[in-house]
């Protein structure tokens, strides 16, 4: 039996997909506000458990009878209300998540990080998966709390637990429109007018999920594997999701000026109508940081092919255009 926690969001929704396409006997975890909306085709192929990583009891429960655990549960926020919690969720969490399996003998885990917790640094050398964290202005709190939950990990892999870490780009796919990086797609739709400079790399989901399934069905573990198809300009993708949107292409470089004052501006806004952040501080710096990641290991490993990310792109698009309609 495989548990999946986070399984109905991003990523954790196409590892569910995937594997009860292979057939494969699954649980997953939910909450009482959970959005089903991206596994709703399926859900009645899955044994769904109400728990939450610090419910150690129900999560506890969840783990009974299981074998394998694919991690995908984490909270990202770049509003520093929220990073109090955060940080609870995703290294508490996971510290509860890794110190279960190994009081119920779970055979294997994969625990899904981010490339955030690689070396960021703005020499514009590529970062591979030897590159160690620095502490730097440049990290966002997300990163940070991946990072030491990513410590967690490595600690109970030294105690018994076959581990593997697999730190995915930005991917692209199906998604919450108005989440993350599918939230791309509707920004633009709705007719974003800004880009910028700063690079970064990009997956698709979909290769993300097979990839992270290839390497426990492989019994690849204590290591890590950054998962990118390759680095972009966001201009580049910009452009390609408001050409297969059919609609215009950001067209006004946001500067660095430009984002600092936007998110000061964007500040004020929400202080006093109470609505969420558009843009933060910390996504204002990350805009335009220019990163460059390698998939060599991956590819050397495994072989993998990945699918082109702007057929990625045309392929999301037409989903949204899809949902629209």
Not at 17 to 46: C, G, M, T, W
Not at 156 to 170: D, H, K, Q, R
Not at 203 to 219: C, F, P, Q, R
Request: glycine content about 4%.
């Amino acid at each position: 039996m495989i548990l999946v926690t986070g399984g109905t969001g991003f990523m954790g929704s196409h590892l569910l997909q995937q594997l009860v396409a292979e057939n494969q006997p699954v649980k997953a975890i939910f909450r009482h506000n959970s959005n089903f909306d991206l596994v709703k085709n399926i859900k009645h192929k899955i044994e769904w458990c109400n728990a939450d990583l610090m419910d150690l009891h129900n999560l506890n429960e969840a783990l009974k009878d299981v074998d394998e655990v694919y991690h995908a549960a984490a909270m990202v926020s770049f509003q520093s209300k929220n990073h109090p919690q955060m940080m609870q969720i995703n290294i508490e969490g996971t510290a509860n998540l890794v110190n279960l399996s190994l009081q119920n003998g779970i055979k294997k885990f994969a625990f899904i990080s981010s490339v955030a917790t690689l070396g960021r640094n703005e020499t514009m050398q590529l970062i591979d998966e030897k590159s160690e964290w620095q502490d730097s202005k440049l990290n966002t709190q997300y990163a940070l709390s991946k990072m030491l939950a990513e410590r967690e990990v490595w600690r109970s892999n030294a105690e018994g637990l076959p581990t593997v870490i697999v730190n995915p780009s930005i991917m692209l796919g199906n998604g919450n429109w108005n989440e993350g990086s599918a939230a791309f797609f509707q920004n633009i739709f709705n007719g974003l007018k800004f880009y910028t400079k700063g690079i970064n790399a990009f997956v698709g989901v979909e290769d993300a999920a097979k990839i992270t399934i290839e390497l426990m069905n492989k019994n690849i573990f204590n290591q890590r594997f950054i998962i990118a198809e390759n680095n972009y300009s966001y201009q580049q993708i910009f452009n390609w999701i408001a050409y297969y949107l059919n609609c215009k292409t950001p067209s006004i470089e946001a500067t660095k000026f430009l984002s600092a004052l936007g998110w000061r501006i964007d500040y004020m806004r929400t202080k006093f109508n109470a609505k969420k952040s558009l843009i933060t501080k910390e996504t204002a710096a990350t805009a335009h940081l220019q990163c460059f990641y390698s998939n060599k290991k991956i590819k050397q490993t495994l072989a993998y092919s990945f699918k082109p990310i702007e057929q990625v792109i045309a392929e999301t698009a037409q989903l949204f255009l899809q949902s629209v309609k």
